[in-house]
């Protein structure tokens, strides 16, 4: 049996690629006499799918899809490789903004905003605004430059959990004191100016992620779909909602 090695997975994504028009037809006859599995080429047919689809995706993205870290490590040679395989190592959002339409504006979708937060800070953001032409997509598809804070202060667009934590605590801070900030649980303690209540919130950028009790749950994005006839499990407020409110 063959071991799967470089030169055998660049010449699988050449055959992969050089037949994306008849791929139902490929014939794959060539690796299985090496020993190549069905199983293998099917692995390294969905990444190169996906990171052709989404070249920013990373380890993590494909491991939570259902990929195993084994998969990765021997089917891949590394995740980083594969990359390099496919020539997209060095991938930037620059290069995701030179194949869009920038003629009217152009709309973010959050999970890229998140991949590449550092970029977008360095290079198209002023204080806490993206530039004029760009915005982020958040929950109900609203689209947003920033975070507005009773109108009286901004917030950037949160990347991190912590940062959603912040701009959450500076939404309350009008009504209620700060009092403390877990970061390892991403779980924030306030207490009602008037009445003296303590409340907690769990704070994170995907709803999908909470896991902790407490009074109020805050996200920025609401990647949740309750089963139909199943009552929701915990209300949810959305971090752009609580300017309102």
């Not at 049996?1 to 794959?28: E, V």
């Not at 605004?129 to 109108?151: G, K």
């Amino acid at each position: 049996m063959t071991r799967l090695n470089n030169h055998y997975r660049k010449q699988l994504i050449n055959t992969l690629q050089n037949g994306a028009s008849y791929r139902d037809t490929l014939d794959f006859s060539y690796f299985l006499h090496l020993g190549i599995t069905q199983a293998e080429i099917g692995t390294i047919d969905y990444v190169c799918d996906q990171l052709n689809r989404c070249p920013w995706l990373e380890e993590t993205d494909f491991i939570n899809k259902g990929v195993s870290l084994w998969q990765c490590q021997n089917i891949l040679g590394g995740f980083k490789n594969f990359r390099e395989l496919l020539g997209i190592e060095d991938y930037s959002f620059s290069d995701w903004l030179e194949q869009q339409d920038m003629s009217n504006g152009l709309a973010i979708p959050y999970f890229l905003y998140q991949k590449f937060a550092t970029e977008i800070r360095q290079d198209f953001m002023e204080n806490m605004r993206l530039q004029h032409n760009l915005n982020v997509v958040l929950s109900n598809e609203q689209q947003f430059q920033y975070i507005n804070v009773h109108d009286v202060a901004e917030c950037v667009i949160p990347a991190t959990d912590i940062e959603a934590a912040v701009a959450t605590i500076l939404m309350f801070c009008v009504t209620h004191k700060y009092k403390s900030l877990d970061t390892m649980r991403s779980v924030v303690e306030i207490e009602d100016k008037i009445t003296e209540q303590i409340i907690s919130i769990e704070v994170k950028c995907l709803a999908s992620k909470f896991n902790e009790r407490t009074d109020l749950s805050v996200c920025v994005i609401d990647d949740t779909t309750p089963k139909k006839g199943m009552p929701k499990l915990r209300d949810i407020t959305l971090l752009q909602d609580l300017a309102s409110t």
